[in-house]
């Protein structure tokens, strides 16, 4: 027997554990958008230069809050970018300051802004051994750059290559795999210490590596790590909605102008920050486990950081909306940026109570 549908839900206000808000008119065009959605959310550091100094975490904050209308709740926190010369030192203050909760492993060159990355993982070492010793997370884009690694491989040789080495050399490094794309990950994440967890993407449990070519090539389904075979995508289900509190929410929305999308770069990112709680509650409900979708988005993320949850709340309802084919979205000179949202053309059952 079907159940019968919740015409509305009231949930935790919700945190993203993995955002890009990009600088400049992006930024300004997009952080509202977060803000919109979530009380707080960790800001990737993959900037033009990266964030590798306190000084410039605080100045990107700055820029952040500027963006948010008076009186907005929102609250950035902010990661230090590794590069192979970070100083551990300076790693370490902006932790005890406050500024910095976590610092972000790019490979180099797996991704967007990453060719300032990591080159071998023996060159942070007295980083990571800071970094255990004083509690502060390690949040990692899980993926070699070798050549020879099919792209679609890449997550699971890392995780044999270099986390689970990783976990071995520092067992008491707090560890997130960030957007994590199979099965493989999923397990070894369910399977491990306490103190590996995961984020999960609201893309990564709607569509599959078929998307990229439906009806033609989809660059607005373009994202490092690619989507997946099918079987990936239902394990990344089964994880997100199996209550177990080492898989939470981040979006890793990742906005590119339609430009960027259509270039001959083909820019990777989607921009799924919009609608964002709303596609993962679609998905909560089609795994019949919306009961879980509460400790997923607003529970599990803050405790595997310490942080305390949020006390204010939102509500879903259920209002079917078409998600617009373009959005255009104004910087703070009102000039518009030209974004096409996760979901563009297709119906959400769910919106928050205020839109």
């Given amino acids: 027997m079907t159940p019968t549908p919740v015409p509305r839900i009231s949930l935790r206000q919700p945190d993203d554990w993995h955002v890009h808000l990009r600088d400049g008119a992006m930024l300004q065009a997009v952080a509202p958008v977060t803000a919109a959605q979530f009380a707080r959310a960790i800001m990737m550091p993959n900037l033009r230069p990266p964030i590798t100094t306190v000084a410039a975490a605080i100045a990107y904050r700055q820029r952040i809050r500027a963006t948010l209308p008076d009186g907005c709740g929102f609250t950035p926190l902010m990661t230090a970018y590794l590069t192979d010369t970070i100083d551990p030192a300076e790693i370490e203050r902006g932790f005890a300051e406050g500024v910095w909760v976590a610092a972000k492993l790019y490979p180099a060159g797996a991704t967007t802004n990453a060719d300032s990355g990591v080159t071998a993982m023996a060159r942070i070492e007295p980083v990571l051994a800071v970094m255990e010793r004083i509690g502060m997370p390690l949040l990692i884009h899980g993926e070699v750059t070798d050549a020879e690694i099919d792209i679609f491989d890449r997550e699971a040789v890392f995780i044999e290559r270099v986390l689970a ?70 394990a990344l289900r089964a994880a997100a909605t199996s209550g177990n509190p080492k898989f939470f929410l981040g979006t890793d929305s990742a906005p590119h102008s339609r430009e960027a999308k259509e270039s001959d770069c083909g820019c990777a990112g989607i921009f799924n920050a ?82």
């Fill in 165 to 234: 080495p990783l976990l071995v050399r520092h067992p008491g490094l707090k560890v997130v795999l960030e957007h994590i794309t199979t099965s493989d990950a999923a397990d070894f994440v369910r399977s491990g210490p306490a103190n590996l967890a995961a984020t999960i993407t609201p893309h990564h449990l709607h569509i599959n590596r078929n998307a990229l070519f439906a009806g033609g090539l989809r660059p607005d389904f373009y994202c490092l790590p690619v989507a997946k075979r099918e079987l990936h995508r239902l």
């Fill in 274 to 355: 919009p609608f964002a709680i709303e596609s993962y509650a679609a998905v909560f409900e089609q795994e019949h486990a919306l009961e879980k979708l509460e400790a997923f988005a607003s529970e599990f993320g803050p405790r595997f950081y310490g942080l305390p949850l949020n006390t204010g709340t939102i509500t879903l309802e259920r209002r079917p909306r078409q998600v617009p084919a373009m959005l255009h979205l104004n910087d703070a000179a009102g000039t518009a940026v030209n974004l096409v949202p996760f979901h563009a053309g297709e119906t959400l059952n769910w919106r928050l109570g205020h839109q």
